[in-house]
């Protein structure tokens, strides 16, 4: 008779799976605390989500009003903090959330107003933050066009002028590169940008790298 063996794995396997479901809620939980989720129901097409992947649930940030005009491009941990860009104004309220914002006691903050074009991309790199994508005149500086750093009060200028929008940032070995409809199409930054291999047909979306090697 099999029936005291089979009982005993059906015991383990339900033991398993409320295991990990008091897991999946504790990391849900910490999410929670980390990023102040509200715990509204998803239903704007212009809210943030963050998901419960053990259930498949997906829950809201707070802070987008409703019928915000609100794109997301992108989403990174700076510093431990959640940081998002793309098309927005005032996000949360904060009147310097234009473009990109990050997430700091439960409500979103900014950096500098941004009024024209979307920030698309954005990277860390020398422990400053680089920002890229169809805005000009970041900050005021009529340079900052597509690229700009933010030097802990305002957004400037990064080498040359650019002069047409950038889709990607990347931070490899220590250097940083750019991507996109610019005119070197893939370019890295020394004294100022420099083109990286020959030129590329069309634009340029995505970027990334495998050990040594650039991947367009």
Same mark, same amino acid.
């Given at each position: 008779? +099999? #029936?005291?063996?089979?009982? +005993?794995?059906?015991?383990?396997?339900?033991?398993?799976?409320?295991?990990?479901?008091?897991?999946?809620?504790?990391?849900?939980?910490?999410?929670?605390? #980390?990023?102040?989720?509200?715990?509204?129901?998803?239903?704007? %097409?212009?809210?943030?989500?963050?998901?419960?992947?053990?259930? /498949?649930?997906?829950?809201?940030?707070?802070?987008?009003?409703?019928?915000?005009? *609100?794109?997301?491009? =992108?989403?990174?941990?700076?510093?431990?903090?959640?940081?998002?860009? @793309?098309?927005?104004?005032?996000? /949360? &309220?904060?009147?310097?959330?234009?473009?990109?914002?990050?997430?700091?006691?439960?409500?979103?903050? /900014?950096?500098?107003?941004?009024?024209? @074009?979307?920030?698309?991309?954005?990277?860390?790199?020398?422990?400053?933050?680089?920002? @890229? &994508?169809?805005? *000009?005149?970041? &900050? @005021?500086?009529?340079?900052?066009?597509?690229?700009?750093?933010?030097?802990?009060?305002?957004?400037?200028?990064? &080498?040359?002028?650019?002069?047409? =929008?950038? $889709?990607?940032?990347?931070?490899?070995? %220590?250097?940083?590169?750019?991507? /996109?409809?610019?005119?070197?199409?893939?370019?890295?930054?020394?004294?100022?940008?420099?083109?990286?291999?020959?030129?590329?047909? %069309?634009?340029? $979306?995505?970027?990334?790298?495998?050990?040594?090697?650039?991947?367009?």
């Amino acid at each position: 008779d +099999q #029936s005291p063996m089979v009982s +005993q794995n059906f015991s383990k396997v339900i033991i398993s799976l409320l295991f990990s479901r008091i897991i999946a809620l504790i990391i849900l939980q910490a999410l929670w605390l #980390s990023f102040g989720i509200n715990g509204q129901q998803a239903t704007s %097409g212009s809210e943030l989500y963050i998901s419960d992947q053990a259930d /498949g649930y997906w829950e809201a940030l707070g802070g987008v009003p409703p019928g915000a005009n *609100t794109t997301i491009y =992108e989403s990174q941990i700076i510093d431990g903090k959640l940081h998002v860009s @793309g098309w927005f104004d005032d996000l /949360g &309220g904060d009147p310097n959330a234009d473009r990109i914002a990050y997430r700091e006691d439960g409500k979103w903050r /900014g950096f500098a107003p941004l009024y024209n @074009g979307p920030v698309r991309t954005f990277v860390q790199w020398n422990g400053d933050l680089y920002i @890229g &994508g169809g805005f *000009t005149d970041a &900050g @005021g500086d009529p340079k900052a066009d597509y690229v700009a750093r933010w030097n802990g009060n305002n957004w400037e200028h990064v &080498g040359s002028r650019m002069i047409h =929008e950038v $889709y990607c940032l990347l931070e490899h070995r %220590g250097h940083l590169y750019v991507a /996109g409809s610019i005119h070197q199409k893939v370019a890295i930054l020394e004294e100022d940008w420099v083109r990286v291999g020959s030129a590329l047909q %069309g634009n340029v $979306y995505a970027l990334t790298a495998y050990r040594d090697t650039l991947i367009a």
